[in-house]
C-alpha cells in the first residue's frame, strides 16, 4: 500500500488547477501589462484570479497582492508593519515561539535593525493564551503576529479573539494563514486580522506563488523593486499560469471546506487513538484544537529519522517536522516550546492528510508505525536501558 501523508509540506496539484494552468500556458501568452490585446486579455485573467482570491477568504480583490508563496508574504507583511510602526516611535513587534521560520528569521533580522521582540509562550497544548498576548502589548508594539495554524503540530490559534485585542488598541495584526487556508473555513473580515499570508502548494495548487492579503490600514513596504505590478507594491512580471491555477485549486477547496474539514477530523481521530495504543508515547499538541488533517506523536526511545526511512520502506511518506528545516539536526523548536525535552523531539512522527484518505488507509499507518516503532525499540540501546530502569521514562 503507499500512502502520503505528508500534505503539510506539499500537496498533489488537483485537476482543476493543471488545467487552468495549460490553458494559460497555451492560450494566454501575453504580459498583463502590455497595453495591446493579447496583453489586456491575461490582464483579464489576472483581475478574475484576484477576485476568486479575494471571494474565497472574504476580502476585497484591492487587498489581494500575488507573492512568490508564503514566506514572501510573511516578510514583507512584518517588515511594513515594522517599518511602519517606526514611524510613529513604535518599536516592539509580539510574536510566539512556535511560528514557522519565514516568522522567527524575519523577526531575527529586525531585532537587528533595533526592534524588540517578545515571543509569547504557548501552553504545553501548544496553543497561546490570547490573555498573555494582551499582556505583553505596550505602548510601544508595532505589530502583532500569531500563526493561525502550526505546520508541525497542528494546533489552531484563537486568531479571532486577538484581532480583537489588537483592533481595540489599534496595533496591526498579522496571521500566518499558509497551514490553514483551503483546510479550516478562513474570513479576513469576520476574523478582524488586517494581514494574512497563504501559499498555494498546500491547498493543492502550484508551488512558487501565495498571497499577502493586506488591509489599509498598513502601508505595505516594498520586499523586491523593479516594475510597478501589484499596484506598485511587488515588482515582477506576474507568474500568471501559477497564479490562475491557484485560484482555481483555492475555489475548489473552500467549496465544501467544513464537509471536508468534518471527514477528515474522523479519520484524525481514528488515527490519534490508534497511535495512542503504542506505550510511552505521547500527541503533540491539542487532541481537537487543530487542523482536520494533522496528527504529530512523539515516541520515546526511538530516533525520527529512521523511524521516516522504515515507515517509507512500507510506502508510507511522512515526515518528523517542518519540510523547510528536514535537514536540520536540531530537535523541533515548536515541540521543544511546549516542553518536549530534547531526546524525545528527536523521536517525532508528523502525518498529514486530507479527506480521501480511507479508514482502511489509516488502520495501515497505526500498524506500520507501530511494527517500526517495536523494531527501532528492539535495537535501542535508550530504550533497553529505559526498559531496565537504568533511565527514567519522560511519557
Not at 469576520?190 to 493586506?214: C, R, T
Request: net charge negative; hydrophobic share 40%; aromatic share 6%.
Amino acid at each position: 500500500m503507499k500512502i502520503y501523508a505528508d500534505y503539510a509540506a506539499t500537496t498533489p496539484m488537483s485537476e482543476t488547477a493543471i488545467k487552468a494552468m495549460i490553458n494559460i500556458m497555451q492560450e494566454v501568452y501575453g504580459n498583463p501589462s502590455s497595453l495591446h490585446s493579447i496583453g489586456q486579455k491575461a490582464a483579464e485573467y489576472l483581475l478574475q484570479a484576484r477576485i476568486d482570491v479575494a471571494e474565497a477568504i472574504g476580502a476585497d480583490f484591492k487587498e489581494i497582492y500575488f507573492t512568490s508563496g508564503g514566506s514572501e508574504a510573511d516578510n514583507q507583511a512584518l517588515i511594513s508593519a515594522a517599518y511602519f510602526g517606526r514611524l510613529k516611535g513604535k518599536n516592539h513587534i509580539i510574536s510566539t515561539p512556535i511560528e514557522h521560520h519565514a516568522i522567527l528569521h524575519t523577526l531575527d533580522k529586525l531585532k537587528k535593525e533595533g526592534f524588540d521582540v517578545t515571543l509569547v509562550d504557548v501552553e504545553s497544548n501548544g496553543i497561546v493564551d490570547a490573555k498573555k498576548v494582551e499582556a505583553a502589548i505596550t505602548d510601544k508594539t508595532a505589530l502583532v503576529t500569531v500563526m493561525f495554524a502550526n505546520n508541525e503540530i497542528g494546533t489552531i490559534q484563537p486568531i479571532k479573539e486577538i484581532a480583537a485585542i489588537c483592533n481595540e488598541r489599534g496595533i496591526p495584526f498579522h496571521t500566518d494563514a499558509v497551514q490553514a487556508v483551503g483546510h479550516v473555513p478562513v474570513n479576513v473580515k469576520e476574523l478582524g486580522v488586517d494581514m494574512l499570508s497563504l501559499s498555494s502548494h498546500k491547498f493543492k495548487g502550484p508551488k512558487g506563488v501565495g498571497v499577502l492579503y493586506a488591509n489599509k490600514k498598513v502601508p505595505l513596504t516594498n520586499v523586491i523593486e523593479g516594475g510597478a505590478q501589484e499596484r506598485g507594491k511587488r515588482a515582477g512580471t506576474e507568474n500568471l499560469a501559477a497564479i490562475v491555477g491557484m485560484a482555481a485549486a483555492l475555489k475548489e477547496a473552500v467549496a465544501n471546506v467544513e464537509e471536508t474539514a468534518k471527514k477528515t477530523a474522523q479519520r484524525r481521530r481514528q488515527l490519534i487513538e490508534g497511535l495512542s495504543q503504542i506505550e510511552h508515547s505521547a500527541l503533540n499538541g491539542d487532541a481537537e484544537q487543530r487542523l482536520p488533517g494533522n496528527v504529530n506523536f512523539c515516541f520515546e526511545g526511538i530516533e525520527g529519522e529512521s523511524l521516516l526511512l522504515l515507515l517509507d520502506s512500507k510506502g508510507i511518506a511522512a515526515s518528523s517536522g517542518s519540510a523547510c528545516t528536514s535537514g536540520s539536526l536540531d530537535p523541533s523548536h515548536v515541540l521543544l516550546a511546549i516542553g518536549r525535552p530534547h531526546e524525545v523531539a528527536h523521536g517525532s512522527l508528523r502525518l498529514t492528510f486530507n479527506e480521501e484518505i480511507t479508514e482502511e488507509e489509516v488502520e495501515y499507518l497505526i500498524q506500520s508505525t507501530k511494527d517500526v516503532v517495536e523494531y527501532l525499540r528492539s535495537i535501542s540501546p535508550v530504550w533497553d536501558e529505559l526498559q531496565r530502569g537504568e533511565l527514567e521514562y519522560v511519557i
